[in-house]
């Protein structure tokens, strides 16, 4: 029981302070990205901030198997070099024992990624996304400023609504924007009244114009082409992989991937159910691999180590795409497969190079 406690305390306090970071080194990234979006006006500064709490479980279903992974690295190379796992095995405690020993650590971070990839990040999604297709969740076009001109995008875009109540609809709307690839080509466009719209078959965002008329001409030619409109949509532009775009696919519900039949919705749910099958499967691989010696010091393996769950993980997305392609998640159970296998050759690795070498030295 004092080896138990001793093993596991150790490989927690390791897994958290390595979570922290990663966490860290995470969200600033992510953030930094999010931020560009509201510079150029794909969404408003104002809510940044709370989406980004939002997403935290999204973050940290990734982030828990990385850092259990490093964590069990470096407490156990860190027993390696100071000769500590040469006084256990000398007690009979070897490598499978070692892994017995750590079951309870890996079930609850594996529970836990999976409590996060299946109920709380899809929910934190869909409350990001509530707020990200709130009509004032942007800037520039997509959300126009009650009372006051804005210009967007270099000076080549104009905006103006006299009024936005509280359900999002503008009032009087103005929007004056320049050609990028003619300068001299410009288009007015004046209606009675505004709203961002979502359609519900693609999930894009569209803003309705109702009411009004729309000119296009040249500056200083007295010929405009007018026409005049009932309603009027232009679809909002998404950059791709952006903030909008990713939350969108986390945010469906697991029971609704459950009762599904598109092959798209269905890889998205076998990837949620192999972030937890990536926990214990990526710890027993760095029980294996955290094996050293003082010479060599704790932190000899950790760079093929790293390499080698980059490999899972990449292999993982790989079977993720096949699994969009309609393969029913054979790709997906195909790659587990394979690391399982890789993980219990590691384990075994030390045990068949003594015995190989037994044979190579036994007389013919």
């Given at each position: 029981m004092k080896i138990f406690r001793y093993l596991a305390g150790d490989v927690l306090n390791h897994t958290g302070a390595v979570a922290l970071v990663l966490f860290l080194v995470v969200f600033s990234g992510r953030f930094i990205k999010y931020l560009a979006e509201a510079a150029v006006g794909e969404l408003s500064a104002d809510i940044l901030l709370p989406v980004m709490v939002y997403k935290l479980p999204s973050f940290f279903e990734l982030i828990l198997p990385l850092s259990l992974f490093i964590g069990i690295l470096l407490a156990l190379g860190r027993l390696y070099a100071d000769s500590e796992m040469v006084v256990l095995k000398a007690c009979g405690i070897g490598q499978w024992r070692i892994a017995s020993y750590l079951t309870l650590p890996m079930i609850a971070v594996a529970l836990l990624v999976a409590l996060l990839s299946l109920t709380?990040?899809?929910?934190?999604?869909l409350r990001a996304l509530t707020l990200l297709d709130d009509p004032n969740a942007t800037s520039g076009l997509q959300s126009l400023s009650a009372g006051r001109f804005r210009v967007e995008r270099a000076g080549?875009?104009?905006?103006?609504?006299?009024?936005?109540?509280?359900?999002?609809?503008?009032?009087?709307?103005f929007i004056a924007e320049r050609d990028v690839n003619n300068s001299a080509l410009t288009t007015v466009t004046r209606a009675e009244e505004g709203e961002i719209k979502r359609d519900s078959a693609s999930g894009r965002r569209y803003l309705e114009l109702r009411r009004g008329s729309r000119y296009t001409g040249r500056g200083g030619h007295a010929e405009f082409e007018r026409v005049q409109f009932e309603r009027y949509g232009e679809l909002l532009p998404e950059a791709e992989g952006g903030l909008r775009s990713?939350?969108?696919?986390?945010?469906?519900?697991?029971?609704e991937l459950?009762?599904?039949?598109?092959p798209r919705l269905k890889a998205t749910l076998y990837w949620r159910l192999s972030l937890p099958l990536l926990v214990p499967i990526s710890a027993l691989m760095a029980i294996a691999l955290s094996r050293t010696d003082a010479r060599r010091g704790r932190y000899a393996r950790l760079g093929p180590a790293l390499l080698l769950f980059l490999a899972y993980f990449v292999a993982l997305t790989q079977g993720r795409g096949a699994a969009e392609a309609g393969d029913g998640g054979m790709g997906l159970l195909g790659v587990h497969a394979s690391f399982i296998g890789i993980a219990v050759l590691l384990m075994q690795w030390e045990a068949l190079r003594i015995r190989l070498s037994r044979r190579s030295h036994e007389p013919s």
């Open positions: 709380l990040a899809p929910q934190g999604s080549t875009l104009v905006t103006y609504a006299e009024e936005v109540d509280d359900a999002g609809i503008m009032r009087n709307v990713s939350t969108r696919s986390q945010a469906i519900p697991t029971e459950v009762a599904s039949d598109d």
